[in-house]
């Protein structure tokens, strides 16, 4: 059995270094976008008091803003998350675009 390797023009690095597939990364892309939405805007109502909130956390002014600064932590780690998987996703898309069709003949 003969193997043939065909080189794809990438080097390794870090730039272009693939860690998570291209279905992972969509997936945690899109969580971590509606997570750092709504988690910004959670903390956006915690800071601001929001009525709604009032039975969650009582009438404690500490409260509140403890859990305002919580939720704009989160949302930051989504953050950072969403950067991450959107670089994959950049990196999967160049894979994808230089990798040759292949066809598998099955006997």
């Known amino acids: ?33 509606w997570g750092t939405i709504m988690l910004l805007l959670l903390g956006i109502f915690f800071q601001t008091k929001s009525v709604i909130l009032l039975k969650d956390i009582g009438y404690d002014e500490d409260r509140y803003e403890s859990a305002a600064l919580t939720c704009f932590i989160a949302g930051g780690i989504y953050l950072v998350i969403g950067v991450i998987t959107y670089w994959q996703k950049v990196v999967n898309d160049r894979y994808s675009a230089l990798e040759p069709e292949t066809t598998t003949i099955v006997f």
């Not at 390797?5 to 870090?14: D, H, M, V, W």
């Open 1 to 33: 059995a003969v193997v043939s390797t065909q080189s794809t023009g990438i080097t390794n690095n870090l730039s272009t270094m693939r860690i998570l597939g291209p279905k992972v990364s969509n997936c945690f892309f899109l969580l971590s976008c």
